[in-house]
């Protein structure tokens, strides 16, 4: 009996010892995608997964676990082991959106899980219908207030980033529009085309080649530096200091992994995203490169869940 319990015993302490860096990775390393294939989320995965398992010589899988706006994947990874076998690709919406919008998650984004670095962040981007006079932000702020509650926007869906940053834009500028939610950006450049959307700010990835082709009207983009796709649009902050929604997406592993392991998965993804093909793949979809340390992430992250949070709240937004 004894042998036994001090069996237990040494079992449980193995279990608690820190790991070593080199210890990982020991087999397959899973990154879940908590969306269906197709989207930025799920490209920017399968970048990610391709260069680290050339880079690191072990297989990396993705798994995608879509559903209730990715709250389903990543509550998976919420209850896997932190070992750093399963990673997982969050976003403003699951990691800092979510948790407000949704009252029975059955995890806390704060509680669980470990911020490892920032990947990319896409500008949404501010544009008009041709039938709206404005061509700059500060003229269609004089048009909002002179028209307060007679123009509508569309999203693409109630709580996205798309939806939260118009909502932020009538907070910035005290005026009040109607908000059409849709299912799809496309939906809301189609429904802009025929005459039905005022104004949008959505993902400059989808909307950007409307934008060029003179279909829309773009004014400005969300992000406090302008894209490197469009060096000549101004940010929305340039009229309305502090203003600021980026759709980020970043890698997290459940909460527990040893700091060793953090810090290395870390550093080879800094080390995979400075490679010249990588920068020019995320460029051509429209995402801005980023990578920190760990610990900038975490402030980053936290500081992004205030800021979405007011958002939410102000808009009145539940979803369950």
């Not at 490892?116 to 041709?130: A, D, E, W």
């Amino acid at each position: 009996m004894r042998g036994a319990f001090v069996a237990c015993i040494a079992a449980g302490l193995a279990v608690l010892a820190p790991a070593n860096a080199q210890d990982w990775p020991q087999r397959p390393v899973t990154i879940v995608v908590p969306f269906a294939p197709g989207g930025s989320a799920d490209l920017l995965g399968r970048i990610l997964q391709q260069r680290m398992q050339a880079k690191i010589g072990v297989p990396f899988v993705i798994e995608n676990k879509s559903g209730a706006g990715g709250s389903i994947g990543t509550g998976f990874v919420a209850k896997a082991p932190a070992d750093g076998h399963t990673l997982l690709i969050g976003t403003a919406s699951t990691m800092a959106i979510n948790a407000f919008l949704f009252s029975k998650l059955g995890f806390d984004v704060t509680r669980d899980f470990e911020p490892i670095s920032p990947l990319v962040r896409f500008p949404n981007l501010l544009i008009v219908s041709p039938k709206i006079p404005a061509k700059t932000v500060p003229e269609l702020i004089a048009y909002l207030k002179a028209n307060d509650g007679k123009i509508n926007y569309g999203s693409s869906g109630n709580g996205t980033t798309s939806h939260l940053s118009a909502v932020m834009l009538e907070l910035a500028t005290k005026t009040t529009m109607t908000h059409i939610p849709f299912r799809s950006t496309a939906d809301v450049v189609n429904s802009m085309l025929g005459g039905n959307i005022d104004l949008a700010v959505d993902s400059m990835t989808t909307l950007w080649p409307f934008a060029t082709a003179g279909n829309v009207r773009a004014l400005a983009v969300t992000t406090p530096q302008r894209s490197s796709a469009a060096p000549d649009l101004p940010t929305i902050g340039e009229t309305l200091p502090g203003y600021e929604a980026t759709a980020w997406q970043g890698l997290f592993a459940p909460a527990g992994m040893p700091r060793p392991i953090v810090e290395k998965i870390a550093a080879e993804v800094k080390q995979v995203w400075q490679l010249p093909e990588v920068i020019a793949a995320l460029k051509n979809v429209g995402g801005e490169p980023a990578y920190s340390t760990p610990d900038e992430f975490s402030a980053y992250v936290a500081a992004e869940r205030e800021r979405w949070g007011e958002v939410v709240k102000a808009s009145g937004v539940k979803i369950d």
